[in-house]
């Protein structure tokens, strides 16, 4: 991914102590667009984000960003279970409210990212910040053509969209 190819995006999000917020992501520039026209939605909906920080602040680190419960997208990097290019690292995905919305791994143990994510697990759940099945941010990203990690059958990644559904 050349550089070139990436945008930053400053928007204000609904924050959990019900105010407005500032916040950045970094994303592929071919879906500008539709991240701000997602964004948008979600802001007139006035769904809550904890925090949209650049993963920069976190030396790079997905652990250490997604125990922060930080909203992010672009971060080079790999996927932990084969090795290949997250599509992180093409800015074509993001992770919103990791903390109330974890990634569960199907394998032995099954896995919690981020572990403070725990008491989120299950789907439906009404608590602040969390996504549910057919909710209004799936609906969004949806719409925008992204595919939601939720709706994966091996494994469930309820913080992730992205432009493949992968």
């Known amino acids: 991914m050349h550089p070139d190819n ?4 400053k928007m204000t999000y609904w924050g959990f102590d019900d ?23 979600l802001y007139g909906q006035r769904f809550p984000i904890r925090q949209m920080r650049l993963v920069d602040v976190y030396k790079g680190s997905d652990d250490a960003s997604m125990a922060a419960d930080n909203t992010s997208a672009f ?15 093409y800015g074509l995905a993001i992770d919103v409210n990791p903390r109330e919305n974890p990634y569960i791994h199907p394998y032995p143990g ?18 602040q910040g969390v996504i549910n099945p057919g909710d209004d941010v799936v609906s969004a990203f949806k719409k925008a053509g992204w595919g939601w990690g939720g709706s994966w059958s091996s494994e469930k990644d309820y913080q992730h969209f992205s432009t493949n559904a992968r």
């Open 75 to 89: 971060n080079c990097r790999n996927v932990k279970t084969t090795g290949s290019w997250s599509q992180h690292a």
């Open 110 to 127: 099954g896995t919690i990212e981020p572990p403070n994510g725990k008491d989120y697990v299950r789907r439906p759940l009404n608590r």
């Open 19 to 41: 105010r407005p917020h500032m916040g950045e992501l970094v994303v592929n520039k071919s879906v500008t667009d539709q991240v701000v026209s997602v964004f948008k939605k």
């Open 6 to 9: 990436l945008r930053m995006i």
